[in-house]
């Protein structure tokens, strides 16, 4: 690449004009330049066109007789249509270098058989000769028995596990059946009491094999991308639980009828192709099946049909009727999808919701389910839809509900008014939105796969997280995509309208405004606009093309059809807009040519097709003329034919062209031969050929009146000019004319525009271009002239000014990289049209281009500091080129492999880049002459795709991670010394191809999070712990194909994604999120998502770049993750106690309820009491359990009748012995396991909250605090009499062993106490006669103790040789135990020889099968069976009597942490989330076959999705309902039945930093290093309103006081970490004020008295007095500076008798045992010092590094005593009287 070659941006240059031209460094990045050769005549300016009236013209003469037209006959509509496309949510198709996954088939499978003999209808079992199976399989129990209701024989299959017993047909999977009906008919009958499977693989048209099963053992709907289950209800019955289950006594013969197109259509979005196989598992009686393409109606007998519009069902299909019987009270019909739902008869590329699916509620999730109906009505099967009550997965809305059926009828009134009117088109699927709404959110998956994106309608009152839509469309860098001939004028010449792949945009030319039409999938081919602005038409490139109708001037699709032509090549409107022409080809390569009328659409008509013709010959120009909307011409190779319509029919007729017909002619234009001339018969035509011919030929004789050439005015070298003929020398190509009134411009392929007067006589004006000039067009004044070229250029020639605009350029190639540059406001782009472009973001104009033919650029990135940017290059070369000077400054080559990413540190100081060989070099970028510090080789993954995400700098600058060293692994290395710190490998199997997954991009989160993201192969993206490796969340099916690139907003607030073809947005903060809002726009896969530097925009790069603006703040301070917001209705004037149902979380139906003693208040007494010294008392009792008030105003003391001046000490503690008595505790260790018991049938129910165990009662609330641990808990275990509960702790910091205590359950009191281990219990049990407690100790320990429940001695006791994560008793053997580790199974029996047990041990490994992982939980099942988890996800059965695992399946995507068993149900809890319950009966039958048993036994019945790892859980014996607990810190009440999680206990994540109370004491408040704000009722310790700040730490708060009474001006004043204030109002639960006065944490805040100011300390000792109305900061004290201010505290005192004038007497403590007490009025600005105290520190300590807190306060009584605390000597409580200077004890 030659350096220095940039275009600069400059004025172009008239010759004569006097305006110079200007080149910098190459070419200049400037309009067309007028070229010198063009002679301006002197009289040019009169030669200047006007504006004239158009005349109309003529064309054929009345009785004229054309020429025979070889017209090869009217065409008929290609086959197959193209999906319509959608502003909202499209289906991106995968791109060809990422195939869709298939089944692997036989050719005899992709070559279905041909369907003419299988009309009307076809006898499978008769076809495929199933009585001889020779073409299809039987196995297990599977006879022929007659059946007395048929009088027939029938197929009876029975068994009692469904896999194992079947037919299946054809015999081989490698075989297919190649049935192409559309209806499937299947003549059953369930067998009594039993479960049956139905399994369809169905072939979609593009190979993809889908399995679709339907059974009554499925409790719910379940999809993927290749398989469906559905549940099949034999008898609908009225409560839901109840609609699955086996198959009632009286199970009648089922007719079930399949739509196979549709059931593909409405759940997966693709083309229904063939039936490939079917298998028909037990316990059924099957008589027959069938396919046909017709709809037969079972239960309508040949008399009947006559007079009704349906299909009788054939003899040899029907089902016998006795005489005066009704078919429907003998036999069941089964229609699934119901006949009402209506489908597209094509995939539909807008992924919108199923026209049977209604959205309730915040989070609704429909369950389609076939309900077998006996009544005698038309359809039988409804889907059912569910509005779920609060769940984990989704936010929840304010009460649970029922699950209600939603008819169709409804539904589909709903989807119809969605659209609004004036929606209509040809076809009843294509209803199309307004194209200004270009979004939708996916907040939930209607009846489709996950993967997919289905457009929601949010209901209720409360906001979303996310704005809908979050992001719009605002410019778009680009023109062209499937051609530049497509640019116009409209018809006042004030925007110009243009394509830019798959959007049209109208720009504003005197303002640079765009405007959209956005809805096309593929790129737009052709474009035409009506005479008046009202109708735009467009057509799609991709075969076969989709086009739309518009309203131009509001922007909405009217109307959305399929053109019978597999290609649209041209369009053209006639002048009223009541005619519409397109030119193309059918599917066999001809071209045809079409006519529609669309005179009603604008009316709410429909497009209708006049005509349609085929031509053999070539039409590349076709133009509807002015004068007669009847009339037509078109030009091609060699011809030129005028069209008429008439009679329904176009024909044609050629022009003799003599001499011409040779010549290939590109584009075509009408003028009037004489000015003024009303007559039709005066219009011509122009015509133009590459050759430079230009054509005059009279329409009314059709021929040629004048031959006209355009030659070059010099030869190329030569000093003078020569004159050349029409007839010699080479002519140059003209490629577009367009003519006005007064002139005709031309634009040719030697890059010049030229403007002629009509007789040609000389050349007016003419403009240089860049490239050949592909498209011309006149405005309708004349003034103005708007020319294309092939190299993406669009402009126009003002031809008054002679000044040449430049409107867009474009890359002519796909963008392959993005960055920007903050201080300037620029963009930098690669592609692989091998240039580096810069742009204005504010104007989207270039700046400069860098061009390079040798070495095409791969990466970009700008300096942060510097005006240069970095360049990577396909030779390795890494180049950083000034943006000053337009030059190259360094080049380094360093790699041998093209560069595949460059990145940046924030600071500027580093730069990586990695290259296709592996490779990692590191730059030193302090100085503009950069170099080389590092190159590590075989670092990067050397086969991973050029990715501009393949590299991340942490925000911080300080973490470097990259995918490598292979695709699996994704590493962490500290950006400046290049260590490795972390690799993590993320290679699991994916199954949907049977591949390990790879990872794609990196990309690092805000340093507060430190998280690490990471898109994976798997379609999944993965949240990292960037530290530790762990993985903190994941986001499932984000797109069908690998993401490329995505980027987290600082805030944290907003993922971004470019997933295919689209962009999607994640509600990141929110952990159960939804799901995506998902945008269209481009039309190949988007390369590049990034946020602009002020998070206010995006920018996405594919086919072009488009840039959206954020329509959201991108910080939050009043939404918080796992719920919605507050609904913003104020709490009114009434206590705060109204607004608890306003509370952002759900609270639980039944709250605990305080006790109704009150705890006694603190009391200042006169004296100390007789015979006692309270201060020497103080210090010398023991010290309580440290409580983390940090504000004194949270204590009221009672007020007394001696003067406060007299106070000598504190009153003693209570008879009782204790300060404070603990009155209810808000929360759950989530980092326990099996920290939380319940028993259903006591009603007994314990947790773990810190060192305490929380027994609470879920009826009344009322809790109980059993405490006595040193350390916190670990975990809980409860005996099976439940009168006794162990809890075991931790070791502390003050004991060498654990502690596992004993507690009574009736009493509360701890009677024993035992320390078995030196670390950490890990897992307690009690043995099923609760004789023996065995304890189990962590991976360090690996201690196993046994210990007799009678006194708790020590049993026996034994190191394990390995790690053990669980240990289970076996309820059916009290002698027996086992424990799951690393590999291995260990089975104890434990043998008594007296007073003695002795241990005997078998160690059985976990088979290969099983996986590699270590087994992490365990539950004994039915005997003998063990089931065991595994870290990898499976759940494994082993067989206890003979040591062997025999069944294994896939049930998560992370560890199983958790199982529990009963009856025959299993429910599994797993590290993602997800809670699991399986039905397992049929595992105990396939225990004799051993390792060959399988797993298709076992259903998932639900599955619920909760806000962490599940670490807890209790269930009744019925597993109906249950506890759960989760790392979150979160207590969920699970009912399976009812599919809801309701939250019972949930408090801070993380540490609570302050506690403040409201001054009438009815709530509290709290604030947490997670960033919350929580406000409490105290009555109900419910959360009532929480604010909540992303990415920041709330380390301080304050309440204000209360504001002459008026309760509604309550607010918050919350101190961070990054130095902000934030004011809330708690009765409008808003944000009122933001402000930054520190530059540093925020460590106190309090309010002035009035409420009228706010004073703040931060950690440099700075304190801030501030106005909290306008967030102004008007002093600053930095007497306390150097150590941190821990209190602030304000009183309300006169101050005249300490010496000093004001209103307010606040103190200030810091941390260097010093407090400072002033005097204010901030009123008048007044702030005087009143006293100033020291207190010594104590010279050597035990918590030196760790100390507590200094913490001062005044009396609330009397403002002149101040109690103060801090380290010291001695444990005391100072007070000290400011007006006695002394201290007052």
């Given at each position: 690449?030659?350096?220095?070659?940039?275009?600069?941006?400059?004025?172009?240059?008239?010759?004569?004009?006097?305006?110079?031209?200007?080149?910098?460094?190459?070419?200049?990045?400037?309009?067309?330049?007028?070229?010198?050769?063009?002679?301006?005549?002197?009289?040019?300016?009169?030669?200047?066109?006007?504006?004239?009236?158009?005349?109309?013209?003529?064309?054929?003469?009345?009785?004229?007789?054309?020429?025979?037209?070889?017209?090869?006959?009217?065409?008929?509509?290609?086959?197959?249509?193209?999906?319509?496309?959608?502003?909202?949510?499209?289906?991106?198709?995968?791109?060809?270098?990422?195939?869709?996954?298939?089944?692997?088939?036989s050719p005899d499978a992709r070559r279905p058989l041909p369907a003419a003999w299988q009309h009307p209808f076809l006898n499978v079992f008769r076809h495929f000769r199933v009585d001889e199976w020779k073409r299809s399989a039987k196995q297990g129990d599977v006879a022929v028995v007659t059946d007395k209701t048929l009088k027939g024989a029938v197929y009876r299959i029975r068994g009692s596990v469904s896999a194992a017993n079947y037919i299946q047909l054809p015999k081989s999977s490698t075989q297919s059946l190649g049935l192409t009906g559309r209806y499937l008919y299947v003549l059953f009958r369930p067998l009594p009491s039993k479960h049956f499977v139905i399994h369809l693989d169905v072939s979609s048209k593009d190979n993809q094999v889908i399995r679709v099963s339907f059974s009554n053992l499925f409790k719910e709907f379940k999809s993927t991308a290749t398989w469906l289950q559905f549940p099949l209800v034999l008898e609908a019955r009225t409560p839901q639980r109840d609609l699955v289950g086996l198959a009632p006594s009286g199970a009648r013969w089922t007719c079930l009828q399949l739509?196979?197109?549709?059931?593909?259509?409405?759940?997966?979005?693709?083309?229904?192709?063939?039936?490939?196989?079917?298998?028909?598992?037990?316990?059924?009686?099957?008589?027959?099946l069938y396919t046909s393409d017709l709809c037969f109606e079972p239960a309508i007998s040949g008399a009947q049909w006559a007079k009704l519009p349906v299909t009788p069902m054939p003899r040899e299909m029907a089902f016998p009727v006795p005489k005066g019987e009704s078919w429907?009270?003998?036999?069941?019909?089964?229609?699934?999808?119901?006949?009402?739902?209506?489908?597209?008869?094509?995939?539909?590329?807008?992924?919108?919701?199923?026209?049977?699916?209604?959205?309730?509620?915040?989070?609704?999730?429909?369950?389609?389910?076939?309900?077998?109906?006996?009544?005698?009505?038309?359809?039988?099967?409804?889907?059912?839809?569910?509005?779920?009550?609060?769940?984990?997965?989704?936010?929840?809305?304010?009460?649970?509900?029922?699950?209600?059926?939603?008819?169709?009828?409804?539904?589909?009134?709903?989807?119809?008014?969605?659209?609004?009117?004036?929606?209509?088109?040809?076809?009843?699927?294509?209803?199309?939105?307004?194209?200004?709404?270009?979004?939708?959110?996916?907040?939930?998956?209607?009846?489709?796969?996950?993967?997919?994106?289905?457009?929601?309608?949010?209901?209720?009152?409360?906001?979303?997280?996310?704005?809908?839509?979050?992001?719009?469309?605002?410019?778009?860098?680009?023109f062209g995509g499937h051609g530049t001939r497509q640019a116009l004028w409209t018809p006042d010449g004030a925007a110009v309208v243009y394509p830019c792949h798959a959007v049209i945009v109208v720009l504003l030319v005197d303002t640079g405004e765009q405007r959209f039409f956005l809805g096309h999938t593929d790129k737009v081919s052709a474009l035409a606009l009506d005479g008046s602005s009202s109708l735009l038409a467009s057509a799609q490139a991709r075969a076969p093309s989709v086009m739309r109708l518009w309203d131009f001037q509001t922007g909405r699709c009217l109307c959305l059809f399929r053109s019978p032509m597999h290609v649209v090549c041209s369009l053209s409107f006639s002048d009223s807009g009541a005619l519409l022409c397109g030119v193309g080809k059918d599917h066999h390569g001809r071209t045809m040519v079409v006519a529609w009328g669309t005179g009603q659409v604008g009316l709410g008509g429909e497009v209708v097709v006049l005509a349609k013709a085929h031509t053999d010959f070539d039409v590349q120009a076709?133009?509807?003329?002015?004068?007669?909307?009847?009339?037509?011409?078109?030009?091609?190779?060699?011809?030129?034919?005028?069209?008429?319509?008439?009679?329904?029919a176009l024909r044609s007729c050629p022009v003799d062209l003599g001499e011409h017909h040779a010549l290939q002619f590109t584009d075509l234009a009408f003028k009037q031969a004489r000015d003024g001339c009303p007559e039709p018969s005066a219009a011509m035509l122009l015509v133009c050929s590459r050759s430079g011919h230009i054509l005059e030929i009279d329409c009314q004789r059709m021929v040629v009146r004048h031959a006209r050439r355009l030659l070059p005015t010099r030869t190329p070298g030569g000093p003078h000019p020569q004159k050349q003929t029409f007839s010699s020398g080479p002519g140059i190509a003209i490629s577009s004319l367009s003519v006005s009134p007064a002139m005709c411009a031309v634009g040719s392929e030697d890059g010049f525009l030229r403007l002629w007067p009509l007789d040609f006589s000389s050349v007016l004006l003419e403009a240089e271009h860049e490239g050949p000039v592909s498209s011309v067009c006149v405005s309708p004044d004349g003034l103005r002239v708007l020319s294309a070229t092939s190299s993406g250029h669009l402009g126009f020639l003002d031809t008054l000014s002679r000044v040449y605009h430049m409107l867009a350029r474009s890359h002519t190639a796909p963008v392959l990289a993005l960055a920007m540059e903050q201080r300037r406001g620029q963009l930098a782009t690669v592609s692989q049209d091998r240039t580096v472009r810069i742009w204005d973001l504010a104007t989207l104009q270039q700046l400069y281009d860098f061009t390079s033919s040798e070495e095409a650029p791969c990466a970009v990135t700008f300096h942060p500091t510097r005006p240069t940017f970095f360049c990577g290059f396909s030779s390795g070369a890494v180049r950083s080129f000034s943006l000053e000077a337009a030059e190259v400054l360094v080049e380094h080559t360093c790699h041998r492999g093209a560069v595949t990413s460059l990145t940046a540190t924030p600071d500027g100081r580093l730069l990586f880049s990695s290259c296709s060989q592996g490779s990692l070099a590191q730059y030193s970028c302090a100085d503009p002459q950069w170099h080389v510090l590092r190159v590590a080789a075989d670092m990067v993954c050397p086969d991973a795709p050029a990715s501009p995400s393949a590299l991340a700098v942490s925000r911080d600058g300080r973490l470097l991670a990259f995918v490598g060293p292979s695709r699996c692994t994704v590493t962490v290395m500290g950006s400046a010394s290049l260590d490795e710190l972390l690799r993590v490998d993320i290679g699991t199997l994916d199954l949907a191809s049977s591949r390990l997954d790879s990872a794609m991009a990196v990309c690092f989160g805000p340093a507060a999070l430190g998280h690490l993201l990471v898109s994976t192969s798997s379609n999944r993206v993965v949240v990292l712990d960037a530290v530790s490796g762990r993985i903190i969340r994941e986001l499932p099916g984000v797109h069908p194909e690998p993401c490329p690139s995505l980027t987290l907003s600082e805030d944290a607030r907003f993922l971004l994604i470019a997933a295919g073809r689209t962009i999607k947005v994640w509600d990141y903060a929110t952990q159960a999120s939804p799901g995506p809002q998902v945008y269209i726009g481009h039309s190949e896969p988007v390369q590049a998502v990034a946020f602009s530097p002020d998070q206010q925009q995006v920018l996405s790069a594919g086919d072009a770049v488009f840039l959206w603006d954020v329509l959201a703040a991108t910080e939050s301070d009043q939404s918080f993750p796992g719920a919605p917001p507050a609904c913003k209705t104020g709490l009114g004037a009434g206590p705060l106690e109204d607004a608890a149902s306003r509370a952002s979380e759900l609270p639980r139906q039944q709250v605990p309820k305080p006790s109704q003693a009150s705890p006694p208040r603190l009391g200042v007494c006169a004296r100390p009491p007789e015979g006692g010294d309270g201060a020497r008392d103080t210090r010398n009792s023991g010290a309580p359990r440290t409580t983390y008030l940090a504000s004194c105003k949270a204590f009221t003391?009672?007020?007394?009748?001696?003067?406060?001046?007299?106070?000598?000490?504190?009153?003693?503690?209570?008879?009782?012995?204790?300060?404070?008595?603990?009155?209810?505790?808000v929360g759950y260790s989530g980092n326990g396991r099996a920290n939380m018991v319940w028993r259903p049938d006591t009603g007994f129910f314990a947790y773990t909250c810190g060192r305490l165990v929380v027994v609470e009662d879920l009826h009344s609330g009322a809790q109980q605090h059993w405490s006595g641990h040193s350390a916190e808990i670990s975990t809980l275990a409860l005996s099976h009499s439940a009168q006794v509960l162990a809890s075991a702790s931790g070791r502390s910091s003050t004991t060498a062993h654990c502690q596992i205590r004993v507690w009574d359950v009736s009493g509360g009191l701890c009677q024993h106490l035992i320390f078995p281990h030196s670390t950490t219990v890990l897992a307690l049990a009690f043995s099923p006669d609760d004789r023996l407690l065995v304890t189990l100790g962590d991976h360090d320990g690996r201690t196993l103790a046994l210990w007799g429940t009678a006194t708790y001695d020590l049993v026996s006791s034994t190191r394990l040789p390995e790690p053990v994560h669980g240990v289970a008793f076996n309820p059916w053997d009290a002698g027996e135990l086992t424990c799951v580790g690393q590999g291995t199974v260990t089975f104890w029996l434990l043998q008594l020889r007296g007073a003695d047990i002795s241990l005997q041990v078998r160690r059985e490994p976990v088979p290969e099968a099983v996986g590699a992982g270590e087994l992490t939980s365990l539950c004994y099942g039915a005997p003998p069976l063990l089931y065991c988890g595994t870290s990898s996800g499976q759940v494994c059965v082993w067989d206890t009597r003979a040591?062997?695992?025999?069944?294994?399946?896939?049930?998560?995507?992370?560890?199983?942490?958790?199982?529990?068993?009963?009856?025959?149900?299993?429910?599994?809890?797993?590290?993602?989330?997800?809670?699991?319950?399986?039905?397992?009966?049929?595992?105990?039958?396939?225990?004799?076959?051993?390792?060959?048993?399988?797993?298709?036994?076992?259903?998932?019945?639900?599955?619920?999705?909760?806000?962490?790892?599940?670490?807890?859980?209790?269930?009744?014996?019925?597993?109906?309902?249950?506890?759960?607990?989760?790392?979150?810190?979160?207590?969920?009440?699970?009912?399976?039945?009812?599919?809801?999680?309701?939250?019972?206990?949930?408090?801070?994540r993380s540490k609570v930093n302050e506690v403040v109370f409201s001054p009438g004491e009815s709530h509290c408040a709290t604030c947490s290093e997670d960033g919350s704000v929580r406000v409490w009722a105290l009555a109900s310790m419910e959360l009532v309103i929480q604010f909540q700040v992303l990415n920041q730490s709330c380390l301080c708060l304050a309440w204000s006081p209360p504001c002459c009474g008026r309760p509604e001006q309550q607010r918050l004043a919350a101190g961070y970490g990054d130095g902000s204030l934030r004011i809330f109002s708690i009765s409008r639960t808003a944000m009122e004020l933001k402000m930054h006065p520190h530059p540093v944490a925020l460590t106190s805040v309090a309010f002035s008295t009035?409420?009228?100011?706010?004073?703040?300390?931060?950690?440099?000792?700075?304190?801030?007095?501030?106005?909290?109305?306008?967030?102004?900061?008007?002093?600053?004290?930095?007497?306390?500076?150097?150590?941190?201010?821990?209190?602030?505290?304000?009183?309300?005192?006169?101050?005249?008798?300490?010496?000093?004038?004001?209103?307010?007497?606040?103190?200030?403590?810091?941390?260097?045992?010093?407090?400072?007490?002033?005097?204010?009025?901030?009123?008048?600005?007044?702030?005087?010092?009143?006293?100033?105290?020291?207190?010594?520190?104590?010279?050597?300590?035990?918590?030196q590094g760790h100390l507590p807190p200094s913490l001062a306060a005044f009396c609330p009584w009397d403002g002149a005593l101040l109690m103060y605390v801090g380290p010291g000597v001695y444990k005391e409580v100072i007070i000290y009287n400011l007006c006695q200077k002394q201290s007052a004890c």
């Open positions: 690449m030659a350096r220095g070659s940039a275009r600069l941006a400059g004025v172009p240059r008239v010759p004569g004009s006097g305006v110079p031209g200007s080149r910098v460094g190459g070419r200049s990045a400037q309009g067309p330049r007028l070229g010198p050769e063009a002679r301006v005549p002197a009289q040019a300016g009169s030669r200047l066109p006007g504006a004239h009236p158009r005349a109309p013209g003529a064309w054929l003469p009345s009785g004229a007789r054309p020429r025979p037209a070889s017209l090869a006959g009217v065409g008929v509509a290609g086959e197959g249509a193209e999906s319509p496309g959608s502003c909202l949510v499209p289906e991106a198709r995968p791109s060809p270098a990422v195939a869709p996954a298939r089944v692997a088939e739509d196979l197109q549709d059931v593909l259509l409405v759940y997966l979005n693709r083309c229904y192709g063939h039936l490939k196989s079917i298998r028909l598992c037990a316990s059924l009686l099957v008589r027959n429907h009270d003998r036999y069941i019909h089964v229609r699934f999808p119901s006949e009402s739902l209506k489908v597209p008869s094509k995939p539909i590329e807008k992924s919108c919701s199923p026209p049977e699916a209604v959205l309730l509620g915040p989070g609704p999730q429909p369950l389609p389910c076939l309900v077998a109906s006996s009544k005698p009505v038309r359809f039988s099967v409804s889907p059912v839809v569910q509005t779920p009550s609060p769940t984990a997965s989704g936010r929840a809305p304010l009460a649970p509900r029922p699950f209600p059926e939603v008819s169709l009828s409804q539904e589909r009134s709903d989807a119809s008014n969605a659209d609004g009117p004036g929606f209509h088109s040809l076809e009843p699927w294509a209803q199309v939105e307004a194209s200004d709404v270009h979004t939708a959110a996916a907040g939930t998956h209607v009846l489709t796969h996950e993967s997919a994106e289905v457009p929601v309608a949010r209901t209720g009152s409360c906001e979303g997280f996310l704005p809908d839509p979050v992001l719009r469309l605002k410019g778009v860098i680009g076709f133009r509807v003329t002015f004068f007669d909307e009847t009339r037509m011409a078109s030009c091609g190779q060699g011809s030129v034919r005028l069209w008429r319509l008439r009679g329904g003391p009672a007020r007394v009748s001696c003067s406060p001046h007299s106070a000598k000490g504190t009153c003693l503690p209570p008879a009782s012995g204790g300060w404070l008595r603990l009155k209810a505790v040591g062997r695992c025999f069944l294994s399946w896939e049930a998560d995507d992370g560890g199983i942490g958790l199982l529990l068993f009963s009856g025959s149900r299993l429910v599994s809890g797993s590290s993602t989330g997800r809670l699991c319950l399986w039905a397992v009966g049929a595992v105990s039958e396939l225990r004799c076959k051993g390792s060959g048993a399988r797993s298709s036994s076992v259903f998932m019945e639900h599955e619920l999705v909760l806000d962490g790892a599940v670490v807890s859980a209790s269930f009744d014996d019925s597993v109906d309902m249950g506890v759960v607990g989760t790392t979150a810190g979160t207590l969920w009440f699970v009912s399976w039945a009812e599919g809801t999680s309701t939250r019972l206990i949930s408090g801070h009035d409420g009228q100011t706010v004073l703040s300390g931060d950690k440099d000792g700075l304190v801030a007095v501030s106005h909290p109305r306008t967030g102004t900061t008007f002093r600053v004290l930095s007497d306390h500076q150097g150590a941190p201010i821990s209190t602030i505290c304000v009183t309300c005192k006169e101050c005249e008798d300490l010496g000093v004038e004001g209103t307010d007497l606040w103190l200030a403590a810091s941390g260097d045992q010093r407090v400072s007490v002033w005097a204010s009025d901030w009123l008048r600005n007044r702030c005087e010092l009143v006293d100033w105290l020291s207190f010594p520190m104590p010279a050597t300590t035990e918590t």
